[in-house]
Each structure stands twice: as C-alpha cells, then as structure tokens.
C-alpha cells in the first residue's frame, strides 16, 4: 500500500458503486474500487441514482448515515458481502436484546478511524466480519 494518496473503496451496492464511481472521477490521486461481479449477479431490477449517495460520503471518507446503524451492545465492521449478511441478521439479534452497532467499511483506505474510535467508544466491543477466504 505504499502508493502515495492511493484510495482503496468498497461497495455494498450498486448505488454505493455509482456514488463512490463518481467521487473517484473527481478525485486528483489513484483510486481503486472493490465491487465483486458476484455481487452484482445478486442484485435484481434497476438501480435508483436518485438514491445514490452524497459524493463527499462515497469515498473521501466519514461514513455516510446509509453506511452506519447505531447500536451499542458491539461493534460489528464489513464491507461488501457482509453488509448484506450482517443486515440480515441485525432484526433476528435485536429481538434477542442485542443492539448491534453496523458500520460499512465503504473506503479501507483510508480507513474512517473517527466513526470507528466513536462506535468503541459507545460498545467497547469489537466484531470484524471479513469474507476472506482460508488458504495454505
């Protein structure tokens, strides 16, 4: 990672992949945006621009609201598949009393350590969701 001013992105979504797309153009320094094919394979109909998010949220990079839900019994960080999973879940573990604290890695460079810092600070508890795969 030793390129100067390289920005490495995430999305969850194809809204987000617009949004962030477009905060990349305008960007002056080398940006890099992860959206898995799998992904878009998933996602049924059309995408709604007009629900794209906010420019300055898409990349250069304090979590946007649509990114981030409140929560404070832990802290769960995920990007790309496990935003879909970890969303999938927040209902079932709410009604078990568990108040999850979600926050969507959209950029992994560079990392919004503020939103971060701020989560620990309500939960004191960390979960990272990877979908990273074994290998050896």
Same mark, same amino acid.
């Given at each position: 990672?030793?390129?100067?001013?390289?920005? #490495?992105?995430?999305?969850?979504?194809?809204?987000?992949?617009?949004?962030?797309?477009?905060?990349? #153009?305008?960007?002056?320094? +080398?940006? =890099? /945006?992860? =959206? +898995? $094919? &799998?992904?878009?394979?998933? #996602?049924?109909?059309? $995408?709604?621009?007009?629900?794209?998010? +906010?420019?300055?949220?898409? /990349?250069? !990079?304090?979590? *946007?609201?649509?990114?981030? &839900?409140?929560?404070?019994?832990?802290? $769960?960080?995920?990007? /790309? !598949?496990? $935003?879909?999973?970890?969303?999938?879940? #927040?209902?079932?573990?709410?009604?078990?009393?568990?108040?999850?604290?979600?926050?969507?890695?959209?950029? /992994? &460079? +560079?990392?919004?350590?503020?939103?971060?810092?701020?989560?620990?600070?309500?939960?004191?508890?960390?979960?990272?969701?990877?979908? *990273?795969?074994?290998?050896?």
């Amino acid at each position: 990672m030793g390129v100067p001013g390289l920005k #490495i992105a995430t999305a969850s979504s194809p809204e987000a992949a617009y949004g962030i797309t477009k905060s990349m #153009i305008r960007d002056d320094g +080398p940006c =890099f /945006l992860l =959206f +898995p $094919v &799998k992904l878009m394979n998933q #996602i049924k109909g059309t $995408v709604n621009l007009g629900q794209c998010m +906010p420019l300055k949220a898409a /990349l250069l !990079h304090k979590a *946007s609201d649509e990114s981030v &839900k409140s929560g404070n019994a832990v802290t $769960v960080l995920t990007y /790309l !598949h496990g $935003v879909k999973e970890s969303m999938d879940s #927040i209902e079932q573990l709410n009604e078990k009393g568990m108040d999850i604290d979600l926050i969507e890695l959209r950029a /992994l &460079k +560079p990392l919004d350590m503020e939103t971060i810092r701020d989560s620990l600070q309500r939960t004191n508890k960390l979960c990272i969701l990877d979908e *990273s795969t074994r290998s050896g």
